[in-house]
């Protein structure tokens, strides 16, 4: 069973920085394409970052340059970091397993203000 539990979120001014993790099992996580993706209040889930088994990064354009993702297989986990934060980086924050947002975790709050 894919389990996946995201943790990491709060409330930070515009220009602060978080750290997400995402404690992965149930499946071979070393080799799986991960993502991360958001959902703004009344909006749709939009993916933010993914990271291949071989390390290959790519970021949607709204965060390219703020935002990092990385992963460490020891631990098989997953990172985003989060720096540089705008008011418009508020959202719920989910992992998912490879591009299927399905297999996606509780999520973590994700609060840019003032």
């Known amino acids: 069973e894919v389990r996946l539990v995201e943790s990491g979120g709060g409330l930070v001014q515009p220009g602060g920085s978080l750290r997400l993790s995402c404690a992965a099992s149930g499946f071979t996580f070393s080799s799986s394409i991960m993502t991360w993706v958001r959902q703004a209040p009344g909006k749709g889930l939009e993916r933010v970052s993914t990271?291949?088994?071989?390390?290959?990064?790519t970021y949607a354009d709204s965060v390219k340059g703020r935002f990092t993702i990385s992963r460490d297989n020891a631990k098989n986990t997953l990172y985003l970091q989060l720096n540089s934060l705008k008011t418009e980086d508020t959202a719920m924050y989910y992992c998912a397993k490879g591009f299927d947002y399905n297999l996606r975790g509780q999520g973590t709050q994700v609060t840019v203000s003032s």
């Open positions: 990271i291949s088994g071989g390390f290959t990064t």
